[in-house]
């Protein structure tokens, strides 16, 4: 064994030492041996125990430690302490500028366990406030996290839009034709995308390959007759395709949908002319009406176009309100009136549903009873000032590991409506996971399940749970189901929705928001909405004020009986 691997395995014993309270004498010691056996000029595998304890900065204890490691592979206390440390703290333990003071916060106070809960908490402005943190200190760690995330090849689609949208603009302006369009999984709209796919219908341009050569962040990695392949400094691979004018939509149907829809597709059509004038041409050719682009995934977009009953597609424009949006009274950037007066001046919709955290979220400033019964007063002052518009009072209750929620009824009836989320002991079996879903679900306070399966895109699977019962039970419950429009999140996914509009289960569009610019990422919900087949009358919040009034006015109606 090297020295730079036994130095690096000894500097991870003494931050787990330090994270775990150990003697700090003894985890400098080790820190410093560390240090110093990553640059001794010998190898110290080939030393004796005798050899290794004379040398100053080694020391007989950490002599003794490198020889058990070279020996066994291994050190006893190493393996301890990870056994008591969650992989995920020791993934955060690497990201730099954290060392375990920090983590401990995040771990302990935050209730964060793996860098994909801690890239959320920083996209809600949570570790500003919490000890030794600050907003530089927050965007660092957002940094860090987003270039290990680029790392591996894969991007959130929210990561790469702006990018993206700025790359067409010019090459708009160079390729020399109005026939140009993204394709692949970035035009179907994807979660996550691999990179960027363009088609161009023209010959290869040699005034985009000068732009691409000359640009200070892009990179040409290949030049062919019909391609150019490049790369920007985050890593994301640009694919442009060239074609004659002639085949340009038969081509872009080809390269936007997804490997099943085009074999589908392909299997029912029987006579293709040599050019097509549009893709809806295309499909006429099959026998099918257009199908839009976000749907051309192989899962569900054929049986609707048999039926002709592919929906009109959800807009942002067909919003009503937003709901499941927090304020400072938890763990928001901004005040219960800002957030409002945004919603109502800027965003120009009619009501918002705020949901701060619950009591048990100590993390999130989570709102005692006493506080829940406060906000409720300041949102009725807020009302009679901004009518018509009309906060609407909700809470973002805790599921409990057993599944009941964290406050007595007696305060969950004060709420016009109530979203049910879990947000702690993600490790469950997949029985538990469902059952303790299903019970919160069944409580006759629940109008809403918040981001039903945990997962946290490119960083943390949701718990396992059987998607299928949950959905019966909201259908059986009046339940909606949000789709969480954090781009992190997207959850519940757009691959149960028809399962869902089926069963009769309303969807809400929520952006989770924790602070004014947190609204745009309703923008995401909406085209996750749109590729599950949402259309506006699926969607709880595309509701007029009058009809969500009514709505949340009956549910709580049928409790009181």
């Known amino acids: 064994m090297e020295n730079k691997p036994i130095s690096r395995i000894l500097r991870l014993l003494a931050q787990l030492q330090e994270l775990h309270g150990e003697n700090s004498f003894k985890t400098k010691s080790i820190a410093n041996a560390a240090l110093a056996i990553g640059k001794l000029p010998f190898d110290v595998a080939s030393r004796s125990l005798a050899e290794l304890s004379a040398v100053q900065v080694i020391g007989k204890s950490v002599a003794a430690k490198v020889r058990e490691l070279v020996e066994t592979g291994t050190m006893k206390e190493l393996d301890t302490l990870l056994e008591q440390t969650p992989p995920g703290i020791v993934e955060i333990m690497s990201i730099k500028g954290l060392g375990p003071k920090k983590v401990l916060v995040i771990w302990k106070e935050l209730g964060i366990e793996n860098t994909g809960e801690l890239f959320y908490a920083c996209n809600e402005n949570r570790l500003i406030e919490a000890k030794g943190f600050g907003l530089k200190t927050q965007e660092d760690i957002k940094k860090a996290i987003e270039f290990k995330m680029a790392s591996n090849g894969r991007f959130l689609y929210a990561h790469v839009q702006g990018f993206a949208a700025g790359l067409m603009e010019e090459l708009r302006k160079l390729a020399g034709t109005e026939l140009l369009s993204f394709t692949g999984a970035f035009r179907r709209k994807a979660e996550i995308v691999d990179g960027l796919d363009i088609l161009v219908g023209a010959a290869v341009s040699e005034a985009v390959l000068a732009w691409l050569e000359a640009s200070e962040d892009l990179q040409v990695l290949e030049h062919t007759a019909g391609s150019i392949t490049a790369e920007n400094?985050?890593?994301?691979?640009?694919?442009?395709?060239?074609?004659?004018?002639?085949?340009?939509?038969?081509?872009?149907?080809?390269?936007?949908?997804?490997?099943?829809?085009?074999?589908?597709?392909?299997?029912?059509?029987?006579?293709?002319?040599?050019?097509?004038?549009?893709?809806?041409?295309?499909?006429?050719?099959?026998?099918?009406?257009?199908?839009?682009?976000?749907?051309?995934?192989?899962?569900?977009?054929?049986?609707?176009?048999?039926?002709?009953?592919?929906?009109?597609?959800?807009?942002?424009?067909?919003?009503?309100?937003?709901?499941?949006?927090?304020?400072?009274?938890?763990?928001?950037?901004?005040?219960?009136?800002?957030?409002?007066?945004?919603?109502k001046d800027e965003l120009k919709i009619e009501y918002l549903g705020i949901c701060d955290h619950s009591k048990s979220a100590f993390y999130a400033k989570g709102l005692s009873e006493a506080r829940v019964l406060a906000q409720h007063a300041e949102i009725d002052a807020l009302n009679a000032q901004l009518a018509p518009f009309k906060i609407f009072k909700g809470i973002e209750s805790d599921i409990l590991f057993d599944g009941s929620l964290d406050y007595p009824l007696e305060i969950l009836a004060t709420f016009d409506f109530v979203v049910a989320s879990i947000h702690s002991v993600f490790k469950m079996s997949e029985e538990k996971a469902t059952s303790r879903l299903i019970t919160a679900i069944e409580n006759p306070y629940t109008t809403i399940l918040g981001h039903p399966t945990g997962r946290l895109l490119l960083s943390r699977s949701g718990y396992p749970v059987d998607i299928r019962k949950v959905i019966d039970a909201c259908a059986a419950n009046g339940v909606v189901i949000e789709i969480n429009a954090n781009p992190l999140r997207l959850d519940i996914d757009w691959r149960w929705h028809q399962y869902a509009i089926g069963k009769g289960v309303m969807l809400s569009v929520n952006p989770d928001a924790h602070s004014v610019r947190g609204f745009s990422d309703i923008h995401y919900g909406i085209l996750a909405a749109r590729k599950g087949g949402v259309a506006k009358e699926n969607c709880l919040n595309a509701l007029s004020l009058h009809d969500i009034t009514m709505l949340f006015e009956g549910r709580r109606s049928k409790i009181k009986g």
């Open 233 to 343: 400094g985050s890593g994301v691979k640009i694919y442009i395709r060239f074609c004659e004018p002639e085949a340009y939509f038969r081509e872009l149907v080809l390269q936007t949908g997804s490997t099943e829809h085009l074999e589908e597709l392909s299997a029912r059509i029987k006579d293709l002319p040599a050019a097509v004038e549009s893709e809806e041409a295309y499909y006429q050719a099959a026998g099918l009406p257009f199908i839009e682009p976000e749907l051309r995934e192989g899962v569900f977009e054929f049986g609707l176009a048999e039926q002709n009953a592919l929906p009109e597609l959800i807009r942002y424009e067909d919003l009503r309100g937003t709901l499941h949006n927090h304020s400072t009274w938890s763990d928001g950037a901004n005040t219960l009136e800002e957030m409002a007066r945004f919603c």
